[in-house]
């Protein structure tokens, strides 16, 4: 009866979804900043000095970076500033550059949902018109209607209330409040297992964590975190691996950890990257939530700017929504719980991360085992769909001594935290779909097969750590000698 309550708020929700909505291809609503007159373009790399020469420029300029790897950096430029930048670059850059994305307003117009996403019959957003809400809840075909367009926090917000008034009742699934963000809105996050309602009952306490939505633009972040989350669901009494794995691990889906920025991106800015906490300058506000943990936090002693992209704060957890993780995470490790799985998903350019993020120097005691996982999460994902998913440390690779790195120093980011801080074996982030085409802008008919693909990955993950517990380490370091030296002597 309840659900019935909700599918009717969905709906009165969706009447300002409507409001709200665009036509693609002509200029979004008024309020909404446009792009137009710009473009992405991409840079091919092949040294450090083409490398650190496009870093200084781009730093100066306080370029939008898109993407900065060791083979290509992708920038975001107004047409009119395309000669300054070019005039400072070397020749070799010039010859190997390209446009990604010619036509950035129509390109980041059309991610906004086409039409109210809401039918005439309340019911229709969820199912097609077929199932009765008394009826068993797994036949509904949530992703006829929910997954086909990104959707604004009010309305993932209302259908996660909906999942879990469907199957609280089960023992399966409770929404839980991971904190709340610098403009008092809720992080809100699934937690399914299978028992959830015998915490007390004696049975192992682990937790596999999925974060979206830390970067506010990446919306395919968000929606992946979602249809994880209902697939792992869904499939309960189906799959008799995922019941395995239900029955073992607590997962916990924070679809958006950026509540704020991500609202900003359908109300304002498409491609607001931050938080919108102030800053110590009132016209930069934002903190990147991936450089505010405190592990580690900006190891390089990097003079941080408020306006740049990448901005992690004055000190450590200054950004509200990391510390509120960070308290919860805690909290739960308080409470006998122990985090053997993270997965930050971000998006894009199709990679699967593995830690340490601050330095390219120091390993990770189980770098191997860690690989080894990362390769078969990589091997999921490509064998769902045929997308190829490269493997690479999230340091982003190294240069020559004397230019460091070729991407700027990553501390403080999650996944760092997650692995050194809560002793999370499985530690990484993931660069969802695509690589390049769209970049933050994917259009809105990725998101069931990149949803299932994540899905894919995540369910090997699970079927791993039961098969071993995700302690082999702790056990192979107990009686191997051969272990690699680190800094890491604590682990
Ligand atoms: C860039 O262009 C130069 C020619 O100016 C060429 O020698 C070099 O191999 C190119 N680099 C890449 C990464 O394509
Ligand atoms: C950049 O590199 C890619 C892949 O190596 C290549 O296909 C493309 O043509 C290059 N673009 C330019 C402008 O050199
Ligand atoms: C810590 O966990 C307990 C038990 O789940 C909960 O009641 C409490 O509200 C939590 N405290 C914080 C600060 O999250
Ligand atoms: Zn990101």
Known sequence: MRSIFLLGFLSFLCLDCARASRIPGLPPVRGLKEYQEQVVIRFNISNAQDAAALRTVVDRMLLDVWDFTESHVDIRIPNQRIRFLTRALPSSLLDNHSVLIPDLARVAAATYPSRPSLGQSPHQFFHQGTTPASQDPLKYDITDVYFHNYQPYPVIVAWMRLVDSMFRGRGLVQMINIGKSYEGRDIPALRVGIRLDQVASGRRREIILVTGGVHAREWISTSSVNYVAWSFIQSMDKDPVVKKILERFDFVFVPVLNPDGFDYTWEVDRLWRKSRQRTKMSYCPGLDLDH?????????????????????????????????????????????FKF????????????????????????????????????????????????????ASACGGSGPESIGPFVEARGGSAIDYFYHELKTRYS????????GSYGFLLPSDNIIPAGEEMFQAIKYLGDFLLGNNGHEWLQESAGDEREPSTQDDEL
């Open 428 to 435: 990484y982030q993931i660069k969802l779909r695509d690589t």
């Open 292 to 336: 505010s943990f405190s592990y580690q936090w900006d190891s390089e002693g990097r003079q941080q700017e408020p306006c740049s992209g990448s901005y992690g704060g004055e000190e450590p957890l200054q950004a509200v929504e990391a510390s509120q993780l960070v308290n919860w995470a805690r909290n739960e490790t308080k409470n006998g």
């Open 340 to 391: 053997v799985g993270y997965l930050d998903l971000h998006s894009y350019s199709q990679q699967v991360l593995v830690p340490y993020s601050f330095s390219c120097q120091v390993q990770p005691p189980n770098i191997e085992n860690l690989q080894e996982v990362a390769m078969n999460l990589a091997k999921h994902l490509r064998l769902s769909n045929g997308e190829f998913y490269t493997v």
